[in-house]
């Protein structure tokens, strides 16, 4: 049973009509904000505004990218359980059950804000973006721009990643059985992956976007097979090398669009495709074709929306993967089979990307202090509200990830 709190008092209580008007009644959130004011229920997670610059970055950037800038700053903050939060406001305001639509009166907004103008220095020349917000240039998925838009995310630092991932450094959903813990899974991840492609000793394996090289790696030890990599991420490819001794690999710092000696046994792609582009995705289908031998296998691991969602979405774009697309399953898999591939299988993996990132996020909650000594606060806030609400997103079904196994005729 949820318990009232007290009467609202401070700026909360000047915001206080405006939460009802959006959440069609009691707000799902307590907030509290710098002057000591507060409203709301008093047992849900408590959003505490630390400073009026975090609402002057919500007027100039209205909804998530506001909110998540006011976030990663630390003008804004969540006190208590920062998923059961965010699952309760999109519960409110986007679809669940008995949920109204966000409805705030203008009228009621704007006197609000004039109120608080006169209390606190609210309304003012919109804040500089947080320092962690990607800056690319050039035109949308050019060679240029797709290598600056890798190098934000995956060049943030390789021990940093290994805060996080397993052993394997597989930065992909693993496949979950009962009992596996994440090493466990990514492994048998790897396995499923081998076994589709049919990989034999003294074949040609091609990884497009091999990351820190989980699968090219594993696939030259456990299956014999000569394996190639390509990324656009030197911190990769500096990694790669560094595990690759005694094994027959090979890595690259190539795009996709360059890789030019096909043709090869079996190619496999695991969650690389999203960062392709809406527009280049029929390039990308080709090269897969092209490169893999007649009768030769290709497994596109990929994320997707559900139908309805968007996915990605602002913060995202803004701080993890600028320029990526998703689109639902059905279309990827029409876009590859459209050079010539022909489909064989797919597989959801939604449910086990959630425990995936789960454990990710709980091992990175245990060493928040070394992350922060690593790349700052700021960004290792990103990486939190980047853990949770990705995790959010499987769980409720927005987004999904499927192997998708084609066979060149």
Not at 93 to 108: I, K, M, N, S
Not at 281 to 287: E, H, K, N, T, V
Request: aromatic share 6%; hydrophobic share 40%; glycine share 12%.
């Amino acid at each position: 049973m949820t318990v009232t709190a007290p009467a609202a008092t401070g700026a909360a209580g000047v915001l206080a009509p405006l939460l009802r008007d959006l959440f069609g009644g009691e707000p799902p959130l307590r907030l509290r904000t710098w002057d000591g004011g507060s409203y709301g229920p008093a047992d849900a997670p408590t959003v505490v505004l630390r400073s009026p610059r975090a609402l002057r970055r919500v007027l100039w950037s209205p909804g998530e990218l506001g909110l998540a800038r006011a976030y990663v700053t630390g003008e804004l903050d969540v006190e208590g359980d920062l998923a059961d939060g965010l699952r309760r406001v999109r519960e409110a305001v986007a679809g669940g059950p008995g949920a109204a639509r966000p409805r705030v009166d203008r009228v009621r907004a704007v006197r609000a804000l004039l109120r608080l103008l006169g209390m606190h220095s609210v309304i003012g020349r919109p804040p500089a973006p947080p320092a962690t917000e990607a800056r690319l240039g050039g035109r949308p998925h050019s060679r240029v721009r797709d290598r600056a838009a890798i190098s934000h995310h995956y060049d943030l630092s390789n021990d940093f990643y290994a805060l996080i991932l397993d052993g394997s450094m597989a930065y992909s959903s693993a496949f979950f059985e009962p009992g596996d813990t994440l090493a466990d899974a990514q492994r048998r991840k790897l396995d499923m992956i081998c076994r589709k492609l049919r990989l034999e000793p003294g074949m040609r394996l091609l990884d497009v976007g091999c990351g820190w090289g989980s699968l090219v790696l594993h696939a030259a030890r456990e299956y014999g097979v000569s394996a190639t990599g390509a990324t656009l991420s030197g911190e990769q490819k500096a990694f790669v090398e560094s595990r690759s001794a005694g094994l027959d690999v090979t890595v690259r710092l190539q795009d996709y669009r360059d890789v030019a000696d096909g043709p090869y046994d079996a190619i496999g792609s695991v969650e690389m495709g999203e960062h392709v582009g809406r527009d280049n995705y029929p390039l990308y289908a080709s090269a897969l074709h092209r490169l893999v031998r007649p009768g030769g296998r290709v497994l596109v691991q990929q994320m997707s929306r559900g139908a309805g969602h968007p996915g990605g979405g602002p913060f995202i774009e803004t701080y993890i993967a600028p320029d990526m697309h998703m689109r639902p399953v059905g279309a990827t898999i029409a876009l590859l089979e459209a050079p010539g591939l022909t489909f064989e299988h797919a597989e959801a993996m939604g449910e086990h990307y959630v425990r995936t990132v789960r454990e990710w996020h709980r091992t990175f909650e245990s060493r928040y202090a070394e992350a922060v000594a690593l790349v700052g606060e700021e960004m290792t806030r990103v990486w939190r509200l980047y853990l949770v609400g990705g995790a959010l997103a499987f769980e409720q079904g927005r987004m999904d990830v499927h192997q998708v196994l084609l066979r060149r005729p």
